[in-house]
């Protein structure tokens, strides 16, 4: 038994779209919880940003640029991180929305959504999780959504992707606990991010998000750290498929 379940010292955790928003919260988090964060994104100078304001707090991180919906560039940036000691824990973050009416969508924005947010997290499980078999160890984190388990209106193509993430989580886990990997998934409620600041600045929409909380308040993103190193240590080493809902209690009441 570990001394402390929630110590992440020497744990290498691989967080896909984490150069801004949730992602890079998550990351200030599970470092200075004492892991070695892999940033992830498709710009270069974004992503060495990102990892520069946590390496001036004296946190170790690295930078891992390459596009998640790129099946090849998955394979080759992953295979490029096992000489520098490989992943321990993956979280599959990243993620887009296109707010639109079903009636409306078209056949690119509907695979680029799914693409994003649903594709993305088997290709990159996928080639980590092959390591993590051989070692007999690891840890996947799904960031799943309210969405996964509710609908609402002009969000069908994202509803769709994180619902499929939702039951992704639990076919990986029928698939790899057997080999010691445990894959959950958090689903935020309402945060105020970058991609949803348009949101909170609606007085309409914001009135409606924080009547129909439960806290009567918009989520911060520091408050998703908590559950993160939860799923990332060994106090969750015998939790599988799972899916922990941080939301305010939005998603417990009609």
Not at 20 to 42: F, P
Not at 45 to 60: C, F, I, P
Not at 206 to 230: I, M, N, Q
């Amino acid at each position: 038994m570990h001394k402390n379940l929630f110590d992440l010292t020497g744990r290498r955790i691989l967080i896909t779209g984490s150069n801004g928003g949730i992602g890079h919260s998550l990351a200030l988090g599970l470092a200075q919880h004492g892991a070695t964060v892999i940033l992830n994104g498709r710009s270069a100078a974004k992503l060495h940003a990102a990892a520069e304001l946590l390496r001036e707090q004296g946190l170790s991180a690295e930078e891992a640029r390459f596009d998640i919906t790129d099946e090849a560039e998955v394979a080759d940036a992953i295979a490029r991180l096992d000489p520098l000691g490989g992943v321990d824990v993956l979280m599959n973050n990243a993620g887009i929305q296109r707010r639109i009416s079903l009636e409306h969508v078209d056949l690119e924005t509907w695979n680029e959504v799914l693409l994003t947010n649903l594709t993305s997290a088997m290709l990159v499980s996928r080639e980590i999780a092959k390591r993590m078999i051989q070692k007999r160890a690891g840890k996947i984190i799904n960031v799943c959504s309210l969405m996964s388990d509710l609908g609402r209106i002009t969000t069908g193509p994202y509803t769709a992707a994180k619902g499929g993430l939702k039951m992704l989580t639990k076919a990986m886990c029928a698939d790899w606990a057997q080999y010691n990997i445990q894959i959950n998934a958090i689903g935020p409620g309402y945060f105020i991010t970058e991609m949803t600041q348009v949101l909170a600045d609606n007085p309409e929409f914001d009135a409606w998000v924080k009547s129909r909380t439960p806290a009567r308040r918009w989520g911060k993103p520091e408050e998703l750290v908590g559950s993160a190193v939860f799923l990332s240590s060994a106090a969750s080493d015998f939790v599988n498929g799972q899916i922990i809902y941080i939301d305010g209690g939005m998603i417990s009441v009609l």
